[in-house]
């Protein structure tokens, strides 16, 4: 009976040691596999910051480059990166909803004036 134990604990012993080593190799697959995603997010991050960037003008892009300069640390110089650029994207679409504006007044000055015309046609024929 003794010799059964012994056998069942070495057992034991032998299969924890190769489950813990099939847990690391599992962690280390896991790990690289999560790293890789981050590191693929952060270069999609990066190449839509570069694109944002190109589209910029030159004015634009001297501008964005002078208070890079002025500021010291990598965080700093993102913030103010990504705050430029939402204020350019801002003023884009402040300026396309202006045009729509501009666009609307001239649809409904047509609208009025084709609306008046019909009226004085209409007393026209009323009077004559």
Known sequence: ????????????????????????VIGAVLSTVIGGLFAKGESKKALALQEELSKLSLA??????ERLQDTQSET???????????VQNNN??????????YGSYIVLGVGVMLLAL???????????
Do not use: C, D, P, T
């Open 76 to 86: 700093e110089r993102q913030g103010m990166v990504y705050q430029f650029l939402a």
């Open 60 to 65: 634009q892009q001297k501008q964005l480059e």
């Open 118 to 128: 019909v009226v004085l046609k209409l007393a026209k024929r009323k009077n004559g």
């Open 92 to 101: 884009e679409m402040l300026n396309r909803i202006q045009s729509k504006r």
């Open 1 to 24: 009976m003794e010799s059964f134990y012994k056998n069942a604990e070495g057992g034991s012993a032998g299969s924890s040691a190769g489950g813990q080593a099939g847990g690391a």
